[in-house]
């Protein structure tokens, strides 16, 4: 199976972290952007390249990978391009910035400004790019995965609600266990491995497997499941700022996708539990900080499956 392809080529080179594999596939599949959080160090960056060999173009060469290193001083126009006057033509000619690309890694998003990161809204909710009067679209499949340091907040800025709102999943990818970190150690995939990783899916496979995805079944009960949950998230006094309908949306999407990847046609209670954090949590903002947000968003998952489980 395509899929099954994907994630052991992502295997090869991401040790010991099947269910992250999973979470991201699945995000990935559903056409979804991804931020990564986590400590330095633990492969964000790698996860990134990794994707972009593993699926082959229409030339058989890899995806049109572009990694964007997010500084203080960096412009809009460094990531979106710019209109250029060419004296030999009297015109002006664009030329794409690196978001026009397949794979977009926007490696420390949170250490540029404000301005430079709401440069990324208009492509990753709408899939173009406007200057002047001209729209420019990346080609497809497209998808922008953006990295952040948690522990520093010196020279950084957190992102807005409405660019959190555009990344269907937060993902963290966590130390490896002690297996992992002796394979690790062994040969350092990241340096040995990842150069001679060979594409393990066409592109027409991986769109064939985006059409599979979203047309997996979802019972009716689930999906009211989905809808009270982004509902309790508005209504709880917990939170400060609820999830938007988007957030129902990306929900839903990433559930059939998952169930894609563990190899089911319909989903599940339990991908909903597993998918309540990463899809829910970074767009929430807690009216005490102290709180432990992860934790509530499973209690209001639990019990709006509980609820439901006679009906399915």
């Known amino acids: 199976m395509a899929v099954e392809a994907l994630i ?22 559903a056409g979804g952007h991804i931020l990564i959080e986590d400590n330095p160090g633990l492969g964000k960056t790698t996860v990134a390249k990794t994707f972009a060999k593993l699926i ?4 058989g060469r890899p995806l049109l990978f572009k990694r964007i290193q997010f500084t203080p001083d960096l412009l809009p126009y460094d990531i979106t391009g710019v209109d ?14 690196p978001v026009l690309a397949n794979i977009v890694l926007a490696d420390e998003i949170n250490r540029t400004t404000p301005k430079v990161q709401s440069a990324l809204l208009e492509v990753m909710a709408e899939r173009q790019v406007t ?13 922008v995965i953006a990295t952040q340091n948690p522990i520093e907040s010196e020279g950084t800025f957190p992102l807005p609600a409405a660019q959190l ?21 062994e040969d ?24 599979e995805a979203a047309d997996i079944f979802c019972h009716a009960a689930l999906k009211e499941a989905i809808a009270d949950m982004i509902r309790d998230t508005r209504i709880h006094r917990s939170f400060l700022l ?42 929430l903002k807690l009216r005490d900080p102290r709180s432990h947000g992860d934790k509530l968003i499973r209690e209001l998952c639990l019990a709006r499956i509980n609820a439901l489980k006679p009906l399915l």
């Not at 082959?56 to 030339?59: K, N, R, T, Y």
């Not at 990818?173 to 970190?181: F, I, K, Q, S, T």
């Not at 129902?248 to 539990?273: M, P």
Request: aromatic fraction near 8%; proline fraction near 7%.
């Open 8 to 29: 052991k080529g992502a295997a090869r080179i991401i040790r010991g972290k099947q269910e992250f594999l999973e979470l991201f596939t699945a995000a990935v599949l």
């Open 56 to 59: 082959a173009a229409e030339d």
């Open 84 to 97: 250029v006057f060419d004296p030999e033509s009297r015109s002006f000619r664009f030329v794409p910035g």
């Open 131 to 143: 200057i002047g009067s001209a729209t420019h679209r990346p080609p497809e499949p497209f998808f």
């Open 165 to 185: 709102d555009r990344f269907m999943m937060r993902l963290s990818l966590g130390y490896p266990d002690r297996e992992a970190e002796l394979s690790i150690l």
């Open 188 to 211: 350092n995939p990241a340096e040995g491995a990842l150069n001679e990783l060979a594409p393990s899916i066409a592109l027409s496979d991986f769109l064939a497997l985006r059409k």
């Open 242 to 283: 609820g999830a938007s309908p988007r957030a129902g949306l990306h929900f839903l999407k990433a559930a059939k996708a998952l169930a894609l990847v563990r190899g089911r046609t319909y989903v599940t209670d339990e991908d909903l539990s597993v998918l309540a954090v990463p899809v829910l949590a970074h767009r």
